[in-house]
C-alpha cells in the first residue's frame, strides 16, 4: 500500500504545482495514475490546487468507484487513453489557456495541429490530433479519443484542451507542459515567417 500512498501524494503535488503556476484554474482539469488494480482520479468539482490524498477516487478496473469522492465527469477521456495504451501509467487533461487557444483556431490541421518548432515537443508529444468539438463528459467525445489514442499519446480536444498520457505522472506532466509552452510560442510566432524542423530534423528525433 506504500505504493498507492506515494502515487496519492504525488497527484496532489502536482495538482498543487500546475495550479500554482496557472497551468489549471477553477475546477478544471483532472489527472489520473494507474495503480494495481485499477486507477485514482481526481473528483469532481475540486480544485487542482487543494486535492486531499485521502478523497481522491479510487476506480475498480471497470470504472466502477470503490472509495473516495465521485470522480471527475472526465474520467471516460482518461478511461479511453487506458484503453488503447497498455503503457500509459497516467493521464493529465488540462484547460491550459495556450492549448485551448490553438484548439479554437479556424484552420489548423487536424491530423497535426502544431509544426514541429523545437526538438523538445517532437520528443515529448510528437503529432498532435485534433479530435472534433463534441460536449465535455459526452460519449462521443470518448469515442473520439479512443480511435485516436492507440497512435498518439497526446490528442488536443477541440475548443477545450489537451489529453496527455506517459508512462508516469512525470512524463504525462511534462508531456502536457511541453504541449502549452509549444502552443504558447505557437503563437507568439504567429504573423512571423518561422522555420520549423525539417522532415529529415524530426526524423532523426525517433
Ligand atoms: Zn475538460
Not at 480544485?47 to 469522492?69: E, H, N, T
Not at 502544431?114 to 498532435?128: F, S
Not at 503563437?187 to 512571423?192: C, I, Q
Request: net charge neutral; aromatic share 4%.
Amino acid at each position: 500500500m506504500a505504493r498507492e500512498s506515494n502515487l496519492r501524494d504525488a497527484v496532489c503535488e502536482l495538482g498543487a504545482s500546475l495550479f500554482n503556476r496557472g497551468l489549471t484554474f477553477g475546477s478544471a482539469g483532472n489527472i489520473s495514475v494507474r495503480i494495481g488494480d485499477g486507477w485514482l482520479m481526481t473528483p469532481t468539482n475540486v480544485s487542482l490546487g487543494r486535492l486531499d490524498p485521502g478523497r481522491l477516487a479510487k476506480l475498480d478496473l471497470d470504472g466502477k468507484l470503490v472509495s473516495g469522492d465521485a470522480p471527475t465527469k472526465e474520467s471516460v477521456l482518461h478511461r479511453a487513453m487506458y484503453g488503447e495504451r497498455p503503457d500509459a501509467g497516467a493521464v493529465v487533461h488540462l484547460h491550459s489557456t495556450h492549448s485551448v487557444a490553438v484548439s479554437c483556431l479556424d484552420g489548423i490541421d487536424p491530423a497535426n495541429v502544431l509544426p514541429p518548432i523545437t526538438a523538445y515537443y517532437v520528443m515529448r508529444v510528437g503529432r498532435l490530433p485534433l479530435v472534433p468539438y463534441h460536449p465535455p463528459g459526452d460519449r462521443d467525445l470518448a469515442e473520439a479519443v479512443r480511435r485516436l489514442a492507440g497512435k498518439h499519446h497526446a490528442v488536443l480536444l477541440a475548443n477545450h484542451g489537451p489529453v496527455v498520457a506517459g508512462t508516469s505522472l512525470d512524463a504525462a506532466a511534462n508531456a502536457i507542459e511541453e504541449l502549452e509552452e509549444t502552443a504558447k510560442l505557437f503563437l507568439l510566432l504567429r504573423g512571423s515567417k518561422t522555420r520549423p524542423l525539417t522532415e529529415a530534423q524530426v526524423a532523426a528525433l525517433s
